[in-house]
């Protein structure tokens, strides 16, 4: 069965430093999101991508976070530089295409620890 | 915009009881609802949906939620729980673009 891809599963790194997550949706699928999802709560969006363009960033804090699906494929999520608050699970998701109708495939998220 | 509120934030339950998980949506539009599920350190399952039709609906591993039009609900609901289904539960709401999360209940099964 097709999955979600993401990697590394887990980060530790300290404040101020440079943080990269990947995801690699299921074959086929054009939408594309990563969700925050804060210990204890349900997950947020943070970026929507319909192929390689963004359709919602709108909670996304662009002053140190950015994000690229340069080949409408495969996706980086960046944060540059962490901060403590930013400790949280990170999940990528795809669907066939973007609409709220289509199931969402979730990967397994990256653990993110800011000390 | 739509916002949903899940109205407990854990439920504990013996082992083969039943259960349900409460579920309230708003939405000024036609919603379409969902139930996902999270195991400890893993990404988020679908467990059912309502898109139109039928409102009650059936999904996996035994359980099935009835949306409520008049009372904005969507309750999960298992006549049985198994130690297995100790997890974190989430329903979502859609009104066609994006879907917004509820915080979530736990569900703790008791021996």
């Known amino acids: 069965e097709a999955e979600v891809a993401q990697s590394p599963r887990y980060k530790i790194t300290e404040k101020s430093q440079a943080v990269a997550f990947w995801c690699d949706p299921i074959?086929?699928?054009?939408?594309l999101y990563w969700y925050r999802q804060i210990l204890g709560q349900g997950p947020e969006l943070l970026v929507q991508?319909?192929?390689?363009?963004?359709?919602?960033d709108s909670q996304l804090p662009k002053d140190r976070f950015s994000a690229e699906r340069l080949k409408g494929v495969d996706s980086t999520l960046k944060i540059q530089p962490a901060e403590l608050g930013d400790s949280a699970m990170y999940l990528c998701?795809?669907?066939?295409?973007?609409?709220?109708?289509?199931?969402?495939?979730f990967g397994p998220g990256t653990r993110l620890t800011v000390t | 915009a739509q916002s949903v509120t899940q109205l407990d934030s854990q439920v504990p339950v013996f082992e083969e009881a039943p259960v349900e998980l409460r579920c309230n949506y708003s939405?000024?539009?036609?919603?379409?609802l969902f139930w996902y599920v999270q195991y400890p350190n893993q990404g988020l399952q679908l467990l059912l949906k309502?898109?139109?039709?039928?409102?009650l609906v059936k999904g996996i591993n035994g359980f099935e939620a009835e949306f409520n039009k008049s009372q904005t609900s969507f309750h999960l609901r298992k006549p049985s729980v198994h130690i297995s289904d100790t997890a974190e539960y989430f329903c979502?709401?859609?009104?066609?673009?994006?879907?917004?999360f509820g915080k979530g209940t736990r569900l703790h099964i008791l021996p």
């Open positions: 998701a795809s669907s066939l295409t973007t609409g709220g109708s289509y199931e969402q495939y």
């Open positions: 074959s086929g699928h054009a939408t």
């Open positions: 991508f319909q192929d390689e363009s963004v359709v919602d």
């Open positions: 939405s000024s539009v036609s919603v379409y």
């Open positions: 309502y898109l139109s039709g039928s409102t």
């Open positions: 979502a709401v859609s009104g066609g673009d994006k879907i917004i």
